[in-house]
């Protein structure tokens, strides 16, 4: 018999040495509740009275029927996980199976029923959903562009991502897989793909199944509520609440955000099941942790019964880059920012003590035992396990540590006071995880203030400096009012007239809304005091750009262009402008130099390879178009210029099909941008679209974006601008730089449209 479980060992063994991460597009069918069609007027920003959406729809029209659904899934699976992806609602990781356990590290709801909480109002809860550069944000529910494939060292990848049509910024996060391994990888990107500056977060929401009895493990000490407004000690407060555990979630909701703990990890762990969910990410790229619950008082209930239809219970784990869900930044044009998440399942060690990206580990007590356990999240032979009391060591084991089987060991408490060690060490003797118990890396308690905190307020109107209206408008930015923060730079340059910093923020802000004449007036001002600020030359260059002043735009440009700051985005601008003047071969010197100084950024590369194939180097282009769909691999551009376009894809949102065009149009290479217009597309699937999308044939956009470049390559527009004029505006929401151009142009060409819509 022993010889028997020997060779089954053995094959065991053979079989994971050959392992490969498989991956495949397939269907997974939810009972999903249906929505109506969405409100066709979103707000403007001047009459919005909280969240600007414009030009997405606002989605509230949310209904109680519940019909089973065949959602298209991406399915990524390795030995020990096998996890399940919704590219048309949000790009979601719907869940994560641990084969070993047979739990889900995520929040499985078995229906997709949507509550009026997102951005837009649609949402559901389930799975991991990516938020940027809002909460919630505006896909949260929405079809997003995505990819999968293998990789050359066995893992395999699913990649999902969305250029915003606020912004149009970019996010892309690719979910891995690595042979013999228990980790999820999660590599985030970020990225402005605009021309100008936006604000932005970022904020992971996961949630993680949990029952009465599960236990919060964040390592801190002190929470934060939000706005940073109060700091509370974490997890008994002064009323005696330890709002670690489920069940003491009484009072309403529990959103707290890790405050004074520069550590690494934070998990769920649950007694019922013995498993849990780890999140884990280097504090210097990802600081911020958050816990939310929705509590177990009745609201907290109400709102089980409002998002499943099991009542089950959630909580999410959320991880950020700011230290709040207040907090957002400016992201600069070009400007790209990389990190990585990891999600890894926890079993049978009792509880959350510590984790690397080697496993997790803990340390409990129980009676007069200490008791330690690891999960290794890969295979590491010939480790030696150490308990130690200060430096001497109470206990030492070497041993095969693998996923497959969790460490546990008992030693009984020689001196309870005492704290131990548990330390593990590869087989060449480099640390693989240490804990001490209850020690983390926490800043002094004498360097934390608990209570209500203080902040700056800016003083009322007629206190204030000119530096405190600057900050005031900002603060509209950040929180996307940026017309009544254009308006507050006016007001604070009527105070103190011809003041240089109002003077710029207004004219880079008016700038990014497309009032160039207004933008130019500002700048020039701006510029005649200062010809050396590269932010001042760049914004001052769209705005001569805007208004068709090409010499002065170029010139504009290629002052900032010698400075770092703006270096890669004044290249990028004058490379567009070269190629609309007929000059490829210059547009191609300026644009390899974007690509040198902002290598991460998928616009630059893109616009570079469109150029090479239309000078005629066509192997140069391929090969660079063939090097970056490996870094960019959700890139319409690059798939066009190798010649495999994603028509399905394309024709399931017309906005890409806007978008794409309009990038050859950037680069004057309108007869490309007629090519992609012009095309039949397939039908839209329903599903895999915005509610209220109109397909590329029928959308008026598209047609009067054909007739402009048709007026522009010298051929007749007449039939395009009659058919645009002629299909339905419903659901239709101009907003781009480019969309303004052509509209004006086929207003130009028959002024009587304007009273046709």
Known sequence: ???????????????????????WEGKLTLPTYEEGMPDPNPAFDQFASNRFNYPYTLRDNLTSHRVNHDWRAIYIENEYLKCSVLPDLGGHLY???????GQSMFYANPSIKKAAVGYRGAWAAFGIEFNFPVSHNWVSMSPVNFAFHRNADGSASVIVGNVDRVYGMEWTVELMLRPQSTLLEQRVTLNNRSDVRHRFYWWNNAAAAVSDDSRIVYPMRFAASHGFTEVRPWPVGDDGNDLSVIRNHTHGAVSYFS????????????????????????Y???????IWSWGVDPEGMDWRKALSDDESGYVEIQAGLFRNQETYAFMEPRQTIHFSEYWMPVREIGGISRATLAGVLSLTRHDTNLIVGFNANHAFPGATVSILNGNKRLFSETVDLSPQHAWIHELPLLDAPVKYTLEIRDAQGALLIRQKEGEYDWDPESEIHVGPQSSYRI????KRTCDDWIQFGQEYELNGR?????EIYKDALRRFPGTFGATKSAGRLAAGLLRFEEAKNFLESAHARNTADAEISYYLGIAYDGLGETRKAQTAYEEAQRFSSFRAAAALRLGELLAREGNLTESERHLSLAVREASNDPRALEELVAVKFATGKMEEGKTLARQGITLFPLSYLLREELG?????????????VLNLAAQYMRLGLYKRALDVLSREYPPAQTD???????????HPLIAYFRGYCRERLGQSATADYKLASQLSTSYVFPSTAEELTVLRGGLRANPEDAAAH
Request: charged content about 25%; some cysteine; overall charge negative.
């Open 1 to 23: 018999m022993r010889t028997y479980f020997h060779l089954f060992v053995v094959l065991v063994l053979a079989t994971l040495s050959r392992a490969e991460v498989r991956v």
């Open 95 to 101: 869940t994560c199976l641990d084969k070993i356990s």
């Open 259 to 282: 405050h004074g703990s520069r550590e690494n990890f934070m998990g769920v762990w649950n007694p019922a099941t013995r498993t849990g969910t780890v999140h884990f990410a280097e």
């Open 482 to 486: 940026i017309l009544r923060a254009l």
């Open 284 to 290: 210097e790229d990802l600081p911020a942790k958050k």
């Open 644 to 656: 495999d376009p994603d028509l399905k894809q394309l024709a399931n949102d017309s906005t890409r």
């Open 688 to 698: 895999q679209s915005e509610p209220g999308e109109l397909s590329a044939g029928s």
């Open 459 to 462: 003083p009322d109107e007629e």
